[in-house]
Structures are given as C-alpha cells and as structure tokens.
C-alpha cells in the first residue's frame, strides 16, 4: 500500500498502520526532508496505478481533498488499537482515528477525517468528510460538524451544536453556539475573529 505524507503527523498514521499489520511499500511526499521514514523509502514520484490500497497522511483538511480528487486510489481506514470505536459507530475510508480516542454509538465520521490523539466524539455526532478533530477536543452528544472544519486541541462543543463546513475552531475554546461556515472561532465562550470568505 502507499502512505502520502512524510512529516510528523504520518510517522503516527504509519504506526498504526505496521501495528495493525498492513505492509507500507512507498511513502509518496511532493517535497521530502527524508528519503526513509521506519524503513520505508519517501519518494516524489507519484504512481499511476490506482488499483493500490492509499491512506493519507497529512493534516490539512484541503491538501487531503486535493489528493483524494487527483489519486482514486482504493482509500483504507487507520484505527490504532487503542482507540475505542464502538460498533455502533460508522467511519469512512480513508478515515485515521488515534491511540486514546473514543468514537461513541451511532456516530457517523466521515471519510478522510482525522480523530486525533485522545479525542473524544460522542454518541450520535455527525462528522462530514475532511475534518480534522484534534488532540484532546471533546464533542458531545448530537453535535453536526460540516466539511473541512478543524477543531484545535483541547476545545470543547457542547452538545446540539452545528459547526459550518471549512470552519475553524481554536485550540481549548469552547463552543456553546453554532459556528457559520467558514468562521474562525476562539475563546472560551468562543466568539468569530473572521470569516473565511
């Protein structure tokens, strides 16, 4: 299978990857700091077989979507082994959900999203594709996160809330109304500091 990203956040993707047996033959990086990551030779030459299994990683939202519409590799998923996911619980391909996350009944993650370290989205979350929730944020129940949004480490949503696709929420906010698409929210209660578009 192919990994793409070669930086800090794809050694994580690719431990989980080995740990849970897969075999990585090449990581593919467009400006590679390393020619090995684990053993496994970085290369910028991109592939044209499609037919390969790929995971991304690389933690910006709208490089991973880019990627997705440009290489229709067959897209896996990457759940470390102690993340809690139940079984109830739907993830997309493409998909990374780290050590110490907790995925509660009837959520719904999206594909190519990111639950990252110890992050917690709880029962009935709707989660759309390309987000990135980040270490230790917190979603409670029933909370709508849109396309792309990125939830800073350690915020906190109460529950009910919608967050708006391509949103930004900042890291150790907490957010107790509904976020408009393409806002960046911080604070705590969080307030806009700007607009997107």
């Not at 993707?13 to 990551?37: E, W």
């Not at 030779?41 to 592939?47: K, L, T, W």
């Not at 800073?152 to 967050?163: F, L, P």
């Amino acid at each position: 299978m192919i990994l793409f990203g070669a930086s800090g956040h794809s050694k994580v993707v690719l431990d989980i990857l080995i740990s849970n047996g897969f075999s990585v033959d090449l990581i593919i990086d467009d400006d590679p700091q390393t020619k090995h990551l684990f053993g496994i030779a970085v290369s910028p030459n991109h592939i044209s077989d499609f037919q390969q299994e790929a995971l991304i990683a690389i933690g910006n939202n709208s490089d991973r979507k880019k990627i997705v519409e440009k290489y229709p590799f067959h897209y896996i998923r990457g759940i470390h082994a102690d993340a809690s996911v139940s079984k109830y619980a739907k993830v997309g391909s493409g998909t990374v959900i780290m050590a110490q996350a907790a995925v509660n009944p009837d959520a719904e993650i999206g594909m190519h999203c990111i639950i990252n370290t110890g992050a917690v989205v709880e029962h009935d979350c709707k989660i759309a594709d390309f987000v990135h929730i980040s270490p230790n944020a917190s979603l409670a129940g029933n909370v709508s996160v849109e396309e792309g949004v990125h939830i800073g480490i350690g915020a906190s949503v109460i529950q009910g809330i919608t967050i708006g696709k391509w949103a930004t929420v900042g890291a150790g906010s907490v957010i107790i109304k509904n976020v408009p698409d393409y806002a960046t929210v911080v604070g705590n209660p969080g307030i806009i500091i700007k607009n997107k578009i």
